[in-house]
């Protein structure tokens, strides 16, 4: 879950996205994130000029085939019917030059990431065939009618495929992964239109022919693949050309300036690149979840884009698609106070596109005074009324919207630990990257503002799939308030999911009856919709103008699995946040914060035994509260990019005091635009 911030400027920033977009293409992780718009723009002339370096995204949906016999992957297509490509998104860049009979020559580079495997449609297999990514070379010819452009394109194509060989019989659990570079050609066709300022968006279709390549497998004792490679992609891109570049040839004749700015829509992006590690500590034994003891470093990375449109008076569109690649630590399991808010339960050796969030605001306005609304990532610029009723219908992370903190609410600013910029014992619906759909409804007055929502809930423990079978809710009361003149918030939020899970009590009961039976299958066996409830309180007080505090308490009844978030029942969560004016860089934060989570007794009988949660699970346990100790610099480079050191202390991970504690180290690169 996550907290995007303020955008600033520009193009310096266009320029590293560029970068970290075409390095993820081939590289470990995937996440550049970009934003602002100038929202003031030089006054229209009359003809429109092509010429130009530009960068920009893209999304769309693939298909095609892979051979005969190579079992592709299902990949997950949302909205649309899965494929071997489902939805695909990633980088372009290029250059166009128009000449004086209008015709524009052009060539652009491009790299695009496929979807996650769309699992319950994996079909039994020995083994399974995949595309990862692809990206091209291309040439492109076009002709200009003013702000449209036709254009036609081929070229270089190059793919990166792979073979998973599966454990027989489950089709999910992987035992090994080959994987080999193709290159082939393409060709395609697109229309590119001049929205604003130096914005263009084109639609295009693309065919993408890799050579043939044969994977050995008589090693696994399967008999020889044959992968190649047909592919079709439409794509929805935006992209930004830069027209005033110094070096860029003969100065642009009069009449040939960018459009307006315009203020119906907006596009922001960020990037995260974040690398954690541990040493070895104490570990006398280790379970299926248990975090290895001998030391480990993973990497995560996210990009994502932050479009929004104005679609009429007080409504709003949004539409988050992210790229993400990498690994939490020991792949995000072993600690329930999880140390990398970015790592996802979903994690990925190559970048995967999903489109995170997609969501209708609608804002009525009940008059009186107004307030201004800056430009940032899912707000558009303008005015609004303070007292107003909204509503908001679609997918997003309930963390959008509720729990929010000043101080610890995202983990690409500030702090990174799950259970101080969460509250760990709400046990909020989401798939496997953080994600649900539903619906919420806030009225806001000046001084509190109360919101709720409903959502749909995972089909299973740790599920990636989204079922209307049961569902959670939530009701959150906000209150706005001073102390010597220093502002501050109090939120109260009461939760109730329902949902596919089993009772930690009623496994122990049974396995007590029969103790050759494993606790984890038994309570598989009796999952059926039970309900758990609960409650959280958040703090945050600014003390000084660049000191703020913050706490945060939880709790949930912990008679039933957690079913979205993680292994905790009862939290306490606390700390500061200062501002580096002090020291002469007002810009830089420190950071210190900690949490101490625990469990149910029900919840602490069923790890014992032998239990496996959504992250935790060692075989046996000796019961201690886990305690948590973070601390952070953020140090700002730039108006739109933050180096973070990040240490924490882990004592009794995974509620054990048999094991630790650890000690993990973390920096984060973040950036914007």
Request: net charge negative; glycine share 12%.
């Amino acid at each position: 879950m996550r907290r995007e911030t303020d955008i600033r400027t520009g193009r310096k920033i266009v320029g590293v996205c560029l970068g970290a977009f075409g390095l993820g293409a081939f590289s470990l992780a995937t996440p550049a994130q970009a934003a602002d718009l100038p929202l003031k723009a030089p006054a229209l002339r009359a003809v429109y000029d092509w010429t130009g370096f530009y960068i920009g995204g893209h999304f769309g949906y693939g298909g095609g085939s892979l051979g005969a016999g190579t079992n592709p992957l299902p990949l997950e297509g949302a909205l649309l019917p899965h494929s071997v490509i489902g939805l695909s998104g990633g980088y372009q860049m290029g250059y166009n030059r128009q000449f004086a009979n209008n015709v524009v020559l052009g060539i652009e580079a491009d790299a695009s990431f496929t979807s996650p495997e769309d699992a319950p449609r994996v079909t039994p297999a020995p083994f399974n065939s995949s595309i990862d990514y692809t990206g091209t070379l291309r040439g492109r010819i076009g002709y200009a009618f003013g702000r449209w452009m036709p254009y036609v394109t081929g070229g270089f194509a190059l793919g990166h495929t792979r073979v998973n060989i599966n454990e027989d019989p489950a089709p999910v659990t992987i035992i090994s992964r080959v994987g080999n570079y193709q290159t082939g050609w393409t060709a395609g066709a697109g229309v590119e239109f001049a929205v604003s300022g130096n914005w263009s968006a084109k639609l295009e279709y693309d065919y993408i022919d890799l050579a043939r390549r044969t994977y050995d497998l008589s090693g696994f004792g399967l008999p020889n693949v044959t992968v190649d490679p047909r592919i079709h992609l439409a794509k929805l891109g935006l992209n930004y050309r830069f027209v005033d570049i110094p070096w860029m040839a003969p100065a642009k004749p009069e009449g040939t300036t960018a459009l307006p700015e315009s203020d119906v829509w907006n596009l922001h992006a960020q990037t995260t690149i974040l690398p954690q590690s541990y040493p070895s500590f104490r570990s006398p034994y280790e379970g299926a979840n248990s975090l290895p003891g001998r030391g480990q470093t993973q990497t995560t990375w996210t990009t994502t884009a932050f479009l929004g449109v104005r679609l009429w008076e007080g409504g709003e569109f949004y539409f988050n698609p992210e790229l993400a690649q990498g690994f939490g630590i020991n792949g995000t399991l072993g600690i329930a106070g999880f140390p990398n808010g970015e790592a996802q339960k979903a994690g990925a050796e190559y970048s995967k596109i999903r489109p995170q969030r997609y969501y209708l605001k609608q804002t009525w306005g009940l008059g009186g005074a107004q307030e201004d609304v800056p430009d940032g990532p899912n707000q558009l610029p303008g005015k609004r009324d303070i007292d107003r009723i909204t509503l908001i219908v679609g997918r997003f992370a309930i963390g959008d919207f509720f729990d929010n903190n000043a101080y610890a609410h995202d983990p690409r600013a500030d702090f990174m630990n799950w259970s101080i910029w969460e509250s760990g014992a709400y046990d909020f619906p989401a798939d496997l990257p953080g994600y649900t759909r539903g619906a919420i409804v806030e009225f806001n007055r000046k001084d509190w503002a109360i919101r709720a929502g409903a959502f749909e809930v995972p089909g299973a423990p740790n599920s990636d799939v989204l079922t209307t079978r049961g569902g959670g809710s939530v009701v959150e009361f906000e209150e706005r308030h001073s102390i010597f003149d220093q502002p501050g918030k109090l939120r109260l939020g009461a939760f109730a999911n329902s949902g596919n899970t089993g009772n930690y009590r009623q496994a122990l009961s049974i396995v007590a009856t029969d103790p050759t039976l494993d606790i984890n299958d038994v309570m598989a066996s009796i999952r059926h919709a039970n309900l758990k409830y609960g409650f959280y309180a958040n703090l945050e007080q600014q003390i000084t103008t660049d000191v703020g505090l913050f706490a945060r308490a939880s709790w949930n009844d912990g008679q039933n699995e957690i079913l979205s978030f993680t292994d905790v029942d009862r939290s306490l969560s606390g700390g500061l946040s200062i501002k580096g004016s002090y020291w002469g860089r007002p810009n830089d934060t420190i950071g210190i914060g900690g949490a101490i989570n625990g469990l149910s007794a029900a919840h602490r009988d069923f790890l014992a035994a032998g239990g496996l949660g959504l992250l935790i699970g060692d075989g046996q346990l000796n019961y201690r509260n886990e305690r948590i100790l973070e601390a952070y610099y953020s140090w700002r480079l730039n108006a739109w990019s933050a180096l973070t050191f990040d240490y924490q202390f882990v004592a009794n991970p995974a509620y054990n005091a048999d094991r630790g504690p650890v000690s993990i180290f973390s920096s984060r690169l973040h950036a914007e635009f």
